[in-house]
């Protein structure tokens, strides 16, 4: 799994116009599943999400979770993240996994994340044309891959 994380004052998801899930100050994270995810990949990556300390304390040091802050998340599926554009101009996403694959991890990745973060998590539509707004806070974008650990 691979994930993009930003840091938001706020962000929100439409879909075909209309908005489907909206947050204040937390975190949007856009999230990618490959075939060979599995409910480790799941558990690491949402543990880490719900803890990652990249929010400011009282003496402006990024000490804080989304936990601690009692901010929100926004989790949204991005099959890109795994593109590959090693030859040539056009992008290859073999990488990122189908449907009959992705759909029921990311519905697992849904529920440890709401598991972890201790509150309902708001989300895009998988495979839907979403069109995203943000202001990133800082701006600080953190990129997390389960399977390099880092």
């Known amino acids: 799994m691979r994930a993009v994380i930003q840091r938001v004052l706020n962000a929100s998801v439409a879909i075909d116009g209309v908005v ?31 803890r990652l300390r990249i929010f400011n304390d009282v003496e402006g040091v990024m000490n804080l979770s989304v936990q601690d ?10 099959f890109t993240l795994h593109a590959s554009t090693k030859k040539g101009n056009r992008p290859s996403f073999i990488q990122a996994a189908k449907p009959d694959i ?17 509150k309902n998590i708001q989300t895009g539509e ?20 389960s399977k390099k650990r880092e």
Request: a negative charge.
């Open 69 to 78: 802050v009692d901010g929100e998340i926004l989790l949204v599926s991005q």
């Open 20 to 50: 489907k899930s909206q947050i204040d100050q937390g975190l949007l994270v856009f999230l990618c599943i490959e075939d060979a995810d599995s409910q480790e990949d799941i558990e690491w990556l949402s543990g880490k999400i719900s």
């Open 126 to 145: 998988f495979g839907a044309d979403m069109r995203i707004e943000l202001v990133n806070d800082g701006p600080i974008t953190i990129i997390i891959d």
């Open 102 to 118: 992705a759909i029921p991890l990311y519905k697992q990745f849904i529920q440890q994340l709401e598991s972890d973060f201790g």
